[in-house]
Every structure is written in structure tokens, then in C-alpha cells.
């Protein structure tokens, strides 16, 4: 299988942006309005001429009406950590309200296809689907995608009571299943579902393998097929093996708690990556060159910045706070 850079969609980033464009294209639309109601009122009647003698004006410049355009109130330099989480919440609880328009809906399931696409591009291509068998590989995706953003929306609404969360995690982890099951009577053969699930279970890894073969393509000096493979599956297999501290680990788990995200979590997670990261690049060294090793180096630890500052994003939308202390 080919390598790839995967075209990395944080979800939640993505409803931020594609809500602040939807957001910016009707207030655009809204001030377009105004200006052609200003451009067409009728003008005011001018004053009757005068056969007096005037003095001469100065010549005026004429100035374009002002539309007033709401804005918010300024924010303080430094607010409170306490008035930082409520204005979040009330930012995501809009966001999700927002969710609930057709049109947004729409825009969002566009973009989350185009995203998923191009993440299992590769994928589909080792496959050898048609332009049949890939719609519908893509629609079995995008359901669990879509479910996936809904239930990360309405979560950061933050006004749902835990039985409402509980049936929406739920709806999640059904939606996995059911993805599960499907693709395996769609793949219909043992050694692709094997390979689909070891992809889905090492997309972080590709990413900074492929970022790395960026980075090397210049000198030639990219990894082989199967040097690629051989430390796609080591890195896997430490991942695996890790005795993670936390929960943050899990790709699949679907709580999205304030005490899962809390910053004592956090920085469990950050403590064990890089306890992980260390094992990994000692196994690394003997399998691949010097240059390949230094880009190598480079990408795990930008791919680990990375991951860490959304971990940090997601606490904030979901109002991570200190764990509580044990009695």
C-alpha cells in the first residue's frame, strides 16, 4: 500500500470554522440587504431655489451612509478561568443550535465527506474499489462520521442531563457497530476487513510517517514500502502494548466528560506519550538511516504537539477542570 498524507479534519475545529463561515455569509448577506434598502429609499425633496446671491461652499465630500453592525462586547484582557469556560459553553451551545438548520447540516456533512475521502483515499485505492464500491464504503463511513458530530454537538450544548448523554454515546457506539458489521459483509473477504481495521487503528501513525516522508522527499531518502510497514506496525504494537494511565488514549471511547478532559488527565496523557515516544524511537534507530531517523524524530515530536494543544482544545469546549482530589 501506497503512503499518504492524510488530510487531518478535527472535527470539532471543522464545526467551528464552517459555523463561523455559515455565520459570516448570512450577516454578509443581511448587510448586502441593508445597503440596497438605503440605495433605493426615496431621496429627500431639495430645497426651492433662491434668486439671492449665495456665497460659495466648500466642496463636500460626499461620505457613504453607515450600516451599524452588531458586534460583541469587548472582553476582558485576562478573564477569569471561570467566565473563560462560560463564554466557551455559550459559544458551543450557539454552535450546536446552529446545527439544527438544514443548511448547516448540509455544509457540515460536505465537508466531513471531502475529509473522510481524502483520508481513506489510500485505502480505497489498495482496495481497488469502483466508483460504485467507493460511494458506498463512503456512506458507510459517513454514517458513523455524522452520528460521531452529532452527538460531539449536542454534547457541547452543555445542557443535556446524563441520561441524554448516556443515549447519545450510546447511539455512537451502535453506529460502530453497525459500521463493523456492514463493512464486513461488503469487504466479503477476511484479509481486507483485516486491513481496514488495522488502518483505522493506526491513522495517527500515518500521519507522521507521512509527514516524515514529506520532510525526506527532497534528498530521496523516503522510506521504502517495507521499511514503511515494518514501522507502521511497530509503532502500533508499542502503542498497543503501552499501559496508558488514562482513558485519552482510546480513539473509540465516546466520553467526553469535563473529568475525562480535566488537565490532571491531560498531563497523565502527556507523561505517558512521551514515555511511548521513547520506546518507540529506540526500536526506530535500527530501522532506519541517520537522515531518516532525525526527520523521524522531527515529525513524532510535532505530531505530539499537536495532538496534545486539541486535547487542550477539547477541554476548554467541554469545560475540562482540575480533577477532584481523593478524600
Not at 23 to 31: D, G, H, I, P
Not at 78 to 88: F, H, I, L, M
Not at 208 to 227: E, F, G, K, R
Amino acid at each position: 500500500m501506497k503512503k499518504q498524507l492524510p488530510a487531518v479534519l478535527l472535527a470539532i475545529v471543522a464545526v467551528v470554522l464552517i459555523a463561523a463561515l455559515f455565520s459570516a455569509k448570512r450577516e454578509n448577506a443581511e448587510l448586502k440587504q441593508t445597503a440596497t434598502n438605503l440605495a433605493t429609499a426615496p431621496a429627500e425633496p431639495a430645497p426651492a431655489a433662491s434668486s439671492e446671491p449665495v456665497a460659495a461652499e466648500p466642496a463636500i465630500v460626499p461620505v457613504q451612509p453607515e450600516i451599524a453592525v452588531a458586534t460583541p462586547p469587548p472582553m476582558e484582557a485576562n478573564p477569569a478561568p471561570e467566565e473563560q469556560e462560560t463564554a466557551v459553553r455559550r459559544m458551543m451551545g450557539n454552535m450546536a443550535k446552529m446545527m439544527e438548520n438544514p443548511t448547516m447540516n448540509k455544509v457540515m456533512e460536505a465537508s466531513q465527506r471531502g475529509a473522510v475521502g481524502a483520508l481513506y483515499s489510500d485505502l480505497i485505492e489498495y482496495l481497488d474499489l469502483d466508483a460504485e464500491e467507493t460511494k458506498y464504503f463512503m456512506d458507510l463511513l459517513m454514517y458513523r462520521q455524522m452520528k460521531n458530530i452529532d452527538m460531539a454537538m449536542k454534547m457541547m450544548g452543555g445542557n443535556l442531563g446524563e441520561d441524554e448523554k448516556k443515549a447519545l454515546a450510546d447511539e455512537a457506539k451502535q453506529a460502530e457497530e453497525t459500521l463493523k458489521t456492514e463493512m464486513e459483509k461488503f469487504l466479503n473477504n477476511p484479509d481486507d476487513l483485516a486491513e481496514w481495521e488495522f488502518y483505522e487503528k493506526t491513522m495517527g501513525e500515518r500521519m507522521m510517517l507521512s509527514q516524515m516522508d514529506q520532510s525526506l522527499a527532497a534528498s530521496n531518502a523516503t522510506l521504502a514500502d517495507d521499511t514503511y510497514r515494518n514501522l507502521l506496525g511497530m509503532m502500533h504494537e508499542e502503542k498497543k502494548n503501552f499501559p496508558f494511565t488514562g482513558n485519552l488514549h482510546d480513539e473509540k471511547n465516546t466520553d467526553l466528560s469535563p473529568g475525562r478532559f480535566s488537565k490532571e488527565n491531560i498531563q497523565s496523557y502527556a507523561n505517558d506519550v512521551r514515555q511511548l515516544n521513547e520506546r518507540i524511537s529506540a526500536r526506530a534507530q535500527s530501522l532506519l538511516t541517520p537522515e531518516q531517523y532525525t526527520a523521524f524524530e522531527a515529525s513524532i515530536k510535532t505530531t505530539t504537539d499537536m495532538q496534545l494543544s486539541q486535547l487542550e482544545m477539547a477541554a476548554q469546549m467541554f469545560g475540562g477542570k482540575e480533577a477532584p482530589t481523593a478524600p
